[in-house]
């Protein structure tokens, strides 16, 4: 019997999020800072990042309840948020869908 990846595998609360299964292929430009508590460390810069891509998924992500996602997510949105400029208004009609 081969073991289920952990994004596959149902749990009661939240359901399976898009965050947590680009988190776990690696699709995510993000990663977990270990020098510092509750930090993360961007693979390219915030700004340059494709908005109208991630930002949707981070806000996907603020579902999680487990740890690494629920802090990964929650401080790539608020990275995202402060260094996005004008590049998150266009976005927002998609943001959405994973706020309801």
Excluded at 7 to 22: A, D, G
Excluded at 33 to 51: A, G, T, Y
Excluded at 75 to 87: A, D, F, H, V
Aim: with cysteine; hydrophobic share 35%.
């Amino acid at each position: 019997r081969t073991a289920q990846r952990e994004s596959m595998m149902r749990r009661s609360n939240p359901p399976n999020t898009t965050f947590r299964k680009f988190y776990e292929r690696g699709d995510l430009p993000v990663q977990i800072n270990h020098d510092h508590p509750r930090s993360i460390q961007w693979k390219i810069e915030v700004n340059q990042l494709d908005f109208h891509h991630y930002l949707p998924v981070f806000f996907d992500g603020l579902r999680e309840k487990e740890h690494p996602y629920a802090m990964l997510a929650e401080i790539g949105c608020r990275n995202m948020l402060e260094n996005g400029g004008k590049q998150i208004l266009p976005v927002i009609p998609q943001l959405i869908i994973p706020l309801k």
